[in-house]
């Protein structure tokens, strides 16, 4: 397919898929720095324009990385559903995007169209639209996922509790695991990220967890967000309930995150084999961001919100309870600022819905990228808007073992409040039976002797 | 007085502060609604003010020269190919080059070639100057006269603007270099405006990564005080000398001896 416009008397040519898709991508650090982005505001809106009209199926035509040397091109060629793709075959990707937007795209339509949809389609039809569109049609989308609770309901908002400490000292990740659930937080999950990636330290770490989840019969799950092959190591004598890893959306960029399908494919069947879910089985929890594959020299020319959005495909071939996006925490050199953070989660957000997977954000950044408290709170309130699954919650908002800013268990009241979100169900009861909540979710005064604040400290 | 009782009346504390004895994490906040109260708000902000003004903060060149100096240490002023920093935080390649007035500068004054053992040392800002200006003489103090004492050749000492740690590769290329030590300053936490890093490469060259390292991290008062930093510096310094090698396999070595 050729692939050019003429505006003016200027005609611009893009020699193939993967760079129109480069070019029209709104401007960001990271694809300066790889060199793809356009090199004036007229060639980005020119791609934007040859891309409105490139076929769909096009996409089933030309891949962005050869089929032969990366196995998560031969995912997505191998496993994608024609029958799902039938209502949306014969769209361009313009077509797409106004389509998405009409009203015959209600929830149910979107979701049977989910495994039809490429990464690559996705993140064309996102580079379309604006922010507005890409909140619209994230909220039409309803990604439920099921382990102790039950996440991402309609109404619902959840909250990874993120109880980190420089030295994974047990009675110091507890007393933040205690804070977070006296303000509400930890129906996604109570994941730590430990200091150390040791198969002792997971496992300590993991119990101290469980047995606090036991004794107070919290409906949540526990993680520790150790690399993969840590888990695949304690396991079946630790008490593994989700494994986690991060992911990329190229092959090389998974190796250099020493992991590849069939690894992840083990460790799922590892976890399922626990059976240590109560309502429902997905025991899979993924971290990714824009820019990894850059970072990791493993981009092979595809700009980095498309990558980011072929990390999708490998998430939901595992059927994750959690994914989400650390948007703002790879650095100024990938999303320089409150803005290009701002969009690049709106985009991984409704990408990573339309793909069918449960989207969380890690509404984030660090102190040498051009943002702030402010952002965040524009972030998240779009987020909240837009029917993402959970954030981060984290004491005050500062991570002092990962060093960085995220959200904090104030922020997400802050959210369900202003909004009308409530917890999981089932955790919402919970904090209710604690006297944490009442019956419209506001918070309660806890006294001393709170039962949580009885163990043995 | 009366402001202060009218904060205490809307403000819900947290019966739970005995617990931040376990933790530097900020727990048991209390809250105003949802919000967290004003006082805390204001502890954030300025925790967040010294990191950023940390990141926008410029070496001391001169003051750091003459201190090197009186240490008796030569000085080159450097600079990398990163103008400023709005470059620097874009273009991470440009902060691990030279640029050319600093090459040509750095050949201009090559001492001649021999086959002992010489350490470069870089200074190199980072994304703190702030760390460079405040801890780098004080460690250095602790570590030149160990290394003086086992007759190590000392290299003149480079002090690098905008300058990523793999910058301390060309540098010591340049200066036929053994061994390079990078000091630089580490990306700012909230309660770390001023943390200092050290990068230890064996034949570094061009086009090395991490794994090719070792790292001492955190060196402040309130972290890793200068003398544990020289000790453990000096170990690696006289290890990496001996076995060849620097990085992972340094790594695993160290593990094996404290094993």
Same mark, same amino acid.
């Given at each position: 397919?050729? +692939?050019?416009?003429?505006?003016?008397?200027?005609? +611009?040519?893009?020699?193939?898929? @993967? !760079?129109?898709?480069?070019?029209?991508?709104? +401007?960001?650090? #990271?694809?300066?720095?790889?060199? /793809? !982005? *356009?090199?004036? +505001?007229?060639?980005?809106? *020119? *791609?934007?324009?040859?891309? *409105?009209?490139?076929?769909?199926?096009?996409?089933?035509?030309?891949?962005v990385i050869p089929y032969e040397t990366d196995e998560i091109t031969r995912l997505i060629i191998d496993t994608h559903d024609t029958q799902a793709f039938a209502p949306v075959a014969h769209f361009t990707v313009g077509e797409l995007r106004d389509w998405l937007l009409s009203d015959a795209a209600d929830s149910e339509m979107l979701r049977y169209i989910a495994r039809g949809l490429t990464p690559e389609m996705v993140a064309a039809v996102s @580079?379309?639209?604006?922010n507005q569109d890409l909140i619209s049609v994230a909220r039409k989308c309803e990604v439920v996922t099921k382990f102790r609770n039950t996440l991402g309901l309609k109404g619902r908002f959840s909250v990874r509790l993120q109880p980190n400490h420089a030295t994974d000292d047990i009675k110091g990740i507890a007393a933040s695991m205690v804070d977070g659930l006296l303000y509400g937080s930890g129906d996604a999950v109570i994941g730590i990220n430990p200091a150390t990636d040791s198969p002792a330290m997971t496992t300590q770490l993991l119990q101290m967890m469980d047995e606090l989840r036991?004794?107070?019969?919290?409906?949540?799950?526990?993680?520790?967000?150790?690399?993969?092959?840590?888990?695949?190591?304690?396991?079946?004598?630790?008490?593994?309930?989700?494994?986690f890893q991060s992911i990329g959306g190229t092959e090389k960029t998974n190796s250099s995150f020493g992991v590849n399908l069939s690894i992840l494919a083990e460790a799922q069947q590892a976890a399922l084999s626990l059976n240590r879910g109560t309502v429902g089985n997905h025991v899979m929890y993924f971290e990714t961001g824009q820019g990894s594959s850059l970072s990791a020299s493993a981009h092979a020319g595809v700009d980095q919100q498309t990558c980011e959005a072929r990390a999708y495909a490998v998430a939901r071939q595992f059927s994750p309870l959690l994914v989400n996006t650390v948007v703002g925490f790879i650095g100024p050199e990938y999303l320089y600022d409150g803005k290009q953070i701002t969009r690049a989660a709106l985009e991984d957000h409704f990408c990573g819905k339309l793909m069918g997977l449960p989207m969380g954000v890690d509404v984030c950044y660090t102190n040498h990228a051009e943002a702030d408290q402010d952002d965040m709170d524009n972030l998240l309130t779009l987020l909240g808007v837009a029917g993402c699954n959970y954030i981060m919650g984290i004491p005050g908002a500062d991570d002092i073992m990962l060093n960085y800013q995220s959200t904090s268990f104030h922020d997400a009241l802050y959210l369900r409040k202003v909004l009308g979100l409530r917890p999981a169900p089932e955790f919402e009861a919970w904090l209710m039976r604690? #006297?944490?909540?009442?019956?419209?979710?506001?918070?309660? @005064?806890?006294?001393?002797?709170? @039962? /949580?604040?009885?163990?043995?400290? | 007085m009366h402001k202060h009782n009218l904060q205490q009346a809307l403000i819900h504390t947290d019966p739970w502060a005995s617990l931040r004895a376990f933790t530097a994490a900020r727990i048991a906040l209390g809250r105003t609604g949802t919000a967290i109260p004003l006082q805390e708000v204001l502890s954030f902000r300025m925790a967040h003010a010294h990191a950023r003004d940390a990141v926008y903060s410029l070496l001391q060149v001169e003051p750091l020269t003459q201190q090197l100096t009186v240490l008796g240490l030569p000085v080159n002023q450097l600079h990398s190919q990163a103008a400023d920093r709005h470059e620097y935080l874009q273009r991470p390649d440009k902060g691990r080059r030279l640029n050319e007035g600093s090459v040509a %500068?750095?050949?201009?004054?090559?001492?001649?070639?021999?086959?002992?053992?010489?350490?470069?040392?870089?200074?190199?800002?980072?994304?703190?100057?702030?760390?460079?200006?405040?801890h780098a003489v004080p460690l250095l103090s602790q570590l030149i006269p160990l290394l003086q004492n086992i007759?190590?050749?000392?290299?003149?000492?480079?002090?690098?603007? %905008?300058?990523?740690?793999?910058?301390?590769?060309?540098?010591?290329?340049? %200066? %036929?270099?053994?061994?390079?030590?990078?000091?630089?300053?580490?990306?700012?936490?909230? $309660?770390?405006?001023? $943390?200092?890093?050290i990068y230890i490469t064996y034949q570094p060259r061009v086009g090395l990564t991490d794994e090719a390292r070792n790292c001492i991290s955190n060196v402040r008062p309130e972290g890793l005080s200068y003398q544990a930093a020289a000790d453990k510096l000096y170990w690696l310094i006289r290890e990496s000398l001996r076995l060849r090698v620097s990085g992972v396999e340094l790594k695993d070595q160290e593990g094996l001896l404290n094993g």
């Open positions: 397919m050729i +692939y050019n416009t003429t505006i003016g008397n200027i005609t +611009y040519n893009f020699i193939d898929l @993967k !760079t129109v898709l480069a070019k029209a991508t709104p +401007y960001r650090s #990271g694809d300066a720095l790889a060199g /793809l !982005t *356009a090199e004036s +505001y007229e060639e980005r809106v *020119a *791609a934007q324009i040859v891309l *409105a009209d490139i076929p769909l199926q096009q996409f089933l035509q030309e891949v @580079k379309l639209m604006r036991q004794q107070f019969e919290i409906p949540t799950q526990t993680c520790v967000l150790c690399h993969i092959t840590t888990a695949l190591s304690i396991m079946p004598q630790a008490p593994v309930d989700l494994v604690q #006297g944490i909540i009442n019956e419209t979710g506001e918070l309660q @005064k806890v006294d001393k002797q709170h @039962k /949580l604040l009885q163990s043995s400290w | %500068q750095l050949m201009g004054n090559n001492s001649p070639y021999t086959s002992d053992a010489a350490i470069a040392i870089i200074l190199a800002d980072g994304l703190s100057a702030t760390a460079v200006n405040h007759n190590l050749r000392l290299l003149p000492v480079s002090l690098v603007q %905008q300058g990523r740690v793999a910058i301390g590769d060309e540098i010591a290329m340049l %200066q %036929q270099a053994t061994l390079v030590v990078v000091l630089i300053g580490e990306r700012p936490g909230l $309660s770390s405006p001023d $943390s200092l890093g």
